[in-house]
């Protein structure tokens, strides 16, 4: 099983940067991919961008794309999301989350489905 820990949210004006952080623990070897998903008030769960730890593949959504970046470091099991020129509509709680090796990863990567594990999640909050 699979720990993960999120930090780094925070109060930030739109335009404003913010790089949260997601710590993964105990078997990471059950990890195939990991993913950062965020949850707005009365919304639903969406998804923002994965990467899988071997090949380093990235995925972001349309709605993120050219302003977050998702990246990871094998060494220190940890997995990262730059997220800059922030607007109000991304405000929501982000949560990362784990997924174990799929034979389909790369089509259903966007799916919370994929993913057996997740943290407690991190407020992000943007200000106009």
């Known amino acids: 099983q699979v720990q993960l820990v999120e930090s780094g949210g925070g109060l930030v004006q739109a335009g404003g940067s913010l790089r949260l952080s997601c710590a993964a623990s105990?078997?990471?070897?059950?990890?195939?991919?990991m993913g950062w998903f965020r949850q707005a008030p009365g919304k639903e769960r969406e998804f923002v961008a994965a990467i899988t730890w071997s090949r380093g593949s990235t995925f972001h959504a349309d709605s993120v794309k050219g302003r977050f970046t998702i990246s990871r470091d094998n060494a220190k099991n940890t997995v990262s999301l730059q997220m800059n020129s922030l607007k109000p509509e991304d405000t929501a709680v982000y949560y990362c989350a784990s997924a174990p090796r799929s034979t389909y990863y790369s089509r259903n990567y966007y799916s919370l489905n994929e993913y057996d594990t997740w943290g407690q999640g991190t407020q992000v909050t943007v200000s106009s």
């Open positions: 105990g078997r990471r070897s059950f990890s195939f991919a």
